[in-house]
C-alpha cells in the first residue's frame, strides 16, 4: 500500500542546532515529494518540491531537502534553526502521472529551545 | 498573492446539525480539496474538485458531501454532524490538475476548527 512516514512526532533542538526531519515513503515508482509547514492557527505552506532532476532541492527559509531513491526518503534539512521555525512539518507524495492528489504524512512537531 | 479564505475559524454544533463550511479562492484556481487534520493522523482528503461541478471522492468522503457550482467556490456539508466529526477542516487550491506540468503546489487556508457536541 502507498505511505507516507514521518517517524519522529515531535523534535526539540536548540536555536542555532542544526535540524533533520525524516521522510520515508513507500511507493511502486518515485513519486512527487514535497515538504510543507503549518505554523501555529495557520494553513500549510509549501516548503519545498522533488520533481526530478538534482536531488538536493532548495525551499524557502533556508530549507533543503535530499531525495534519496535507495532508501525511499526525503529528508528535511536545515543547517541553523530560528525560533521562528517552530511550527509543525509534514512530508507528503503524490504519484506520477495524472494525479494531483497528495498524501500527507502524520506530521513532526518541531519544538525549539531558546 | 493566493488566497484562500474559509468562512468560519471556529465553529460549535450540536449531533445531527446541518453544517456547511464554506471556502472561496481569488486566483482562478481549476482545482479545490477538503482536507481533515486529525493529530496523529496528518491530513486526508475528503473530496477534491477539478472544475465547476465536478467532485471526486478523496479517502474519507463518509458522512461528508460537497458543492461546487462556482469555480472560487467550494463548500464542505455534513448532512448530520456526529461528535467524530470534530476536527480541523482544511481547504486548498492548486492550479492545474496535472503535476507534470511542474506545478503542484497547494494553497491552504487557515483552517475550520470544528466541534460537534
Known amino acids: 500500500a502507498q505511505s507516507v512516514t514521518q517517524p519522529d512526532i515531535h523534535i526539540t533542538v536548540s536555536e542555532g542546532a542544526s535540524l533533520e526531519l525524516r521522510c520515508n515513503y513507500s511507493y511502486g515508482a518515485t513519486p512527487y515529494l514535497f515538504w510543507y509547514v503549518q505554523s501555529p492557527g495557520q494553513g500549510l505552506q509549501l516548503l519545498l518540491k522533488y520533481f526530478s532532476g538534482d536531488t538536493l532541492v532548495q525551499g524557502i527559509k533556508g530549507f533543503e531537502a535530499e531525495f534519496k531513491r535507495s532508501q525511499s526518503s526525503f529528508n528535511l534539512r536545515k543547517p541553523s534553526v530560528h525560533w521562528s521555525d517552530a511550527a509543525e512539518y509534514f512530508c507528503a507524495v503524490a504519484p506520477r502521472g495524472s494525479s494531483y492528489k497528495l498524501i500527507f504524512g502524520s506530521g513532526t512537531r518541531l519544538l525549539v529551545r531558546p | 498573492d493566493v488566497k484562500v479564505t474559509q468562512s468560519s475559524r471556529y465553529l460549535v454544533k450540536r449531533t445531527g446539525e446541518k453544517v456547511f463550511l464554506e471556502c472561496v479562492q481569488d486566483m482562478d484556481h481549476e482545482n479545490m480539496f477538503w482536507y481533515r487534520q486529525d493529530p496523529g493522523l496528518g491530513l486526508r482528503l475528503i473530496y477534491f474538485s477539478y472544475d465547476v461541478k465536478m467532485k471526486e471522492k478523496g479517502d474519507i468522503p463518509e458522512g461528508y458531501s460537497v458543492s461546487r457550482e462556482k469555480k472560487e467556490r467550494f463548500s464542505l456539508i455534513l448532512e448530520s454532524a456526529s461528535t467524530n466529526q470534530t476536527s480541523m477542516y482544511l481547504c486548498?487550491?492548486?492550479?492545474?490538475?496535472?503535476?507534470?506540468?511542474?506545478?503542484?503546489?497547494?494553497?491552504f487556508g487557515e483552517g475550520s476548527r470544528l466541534t460537534v457536541l
Open positions: 486548498a487550491s492548486s492550479l492545474d490538475r496535472s503535476y507534470d506540468a511542474n506545478t503542484g503546489e497547494l494553497f
